[in-house]
């Protein structure tokens, strides 16, 4: 089976440290994805990767930044954490396009708090 | 642009009855993946079905099948015989075969009567 793992479950900052939030998956997968999940708004793409050091911004990338220094690992990086940016954490991952017809394998969540 | 519309936030249905969730989309692309996703509470987003656009048989796994109507851009979820454990939020998702991976509707929260 897939596993994707991310380091914290929940997670409490204050505004203005860096937060990094890990993700690593077990498939050898190229594709990996950041989402931000609200009550309400569904999932947003933050950001994506589909090869090692390579990033694409998604929909909301505004106030995160990511790396990707290895295949199996992808970060996401809030450089100044603000209260706007309290929410539930999602990463995913998927295979090559073709072959995995674009099914996700998500993590369990971070839940992140800024005070 | 790709998206995707749930236009039930939130349905109850008793233990053991059939519900329906409803899902539209929009995309230019001829050939396309739809995708039922449910994310209990405990927040792990498991997949629970998957349609490729190009076949017109409706997908089914056990309790759970879908009425896909290409020509109205419809998706719509089956739950068969409603068991407490359905209780969660239910996504509907589209892959247009773009490396920016899929789009979301903003969910269904099912609620299971006992």
């Known amino acids: 089976d897939v596993k994707v793992t991310q380091s914290s479950r929940y997670l409490v900052k204050r505004t203005g440290e860096k937060v990094f939030l890990e993700c690593v998956q077990d498939?050898?997968?190229?594709?990996m994805f950041w989402y931000r999940q609200d009550p309400g708004l569904g999932l947003r793409l933050i950001y994506f990767s589909y090869d090692v050091k390579m990033k694409e911004k998604g929909d909301i990338p505004e106030g995160y930044s990511v790396s990707r220094e290895k295949k199996e690992r992808f970060s996401l990086i809030l450089e100044s954490a603000s209260t706007n940016q309290t929410s539930m954490y999602l990463c995913a991952s998927t295979g090559t396009w073709g072959l995995a017809g674009g099914e996700q394998f998500f993590g369990p969540g971070t839940r992140l708090t800024v005070l | 642009a790709q998206t995707v519309t749930q236009s039930q936030p939130e349905m109850s249905v008793q233990e053991a009855e059939t519900v329906t969730l409803s899902c539209t989309y929009d995309t230019s692309e001829s050939d396309y993946y739809l995708f039922w996703y449910k994310q209990p509470p405990s927040r792990q987003m498991i997949l629970v079905i998957r349609?490729?656009?190009?076949?017109?048989q409706n997908a089914t796994e056990n309790r759970f099948s879908v009425n896909f109507q290409k020509a109205a851009k419809s998706f719509s979820l089956k739950i068969s015989d409603s068991q407490l454990g359905d209780a969660a939020m239910y996504f509907c998702?589209?892959?247009?075969?773009?490396?920016?991976?899929?789009?979301f509707g903003k969910g269904t929260h099912l609620i299971i009567q006992p």
């Open positions: 998702a589209l892959w247009g075969g773009g490396a920016d991976g899929l789009t």
């Open positions: 349609q490729e656009a190009y076949k017109q």
């Open positions: 498939m050898d997968h190229e594709n």
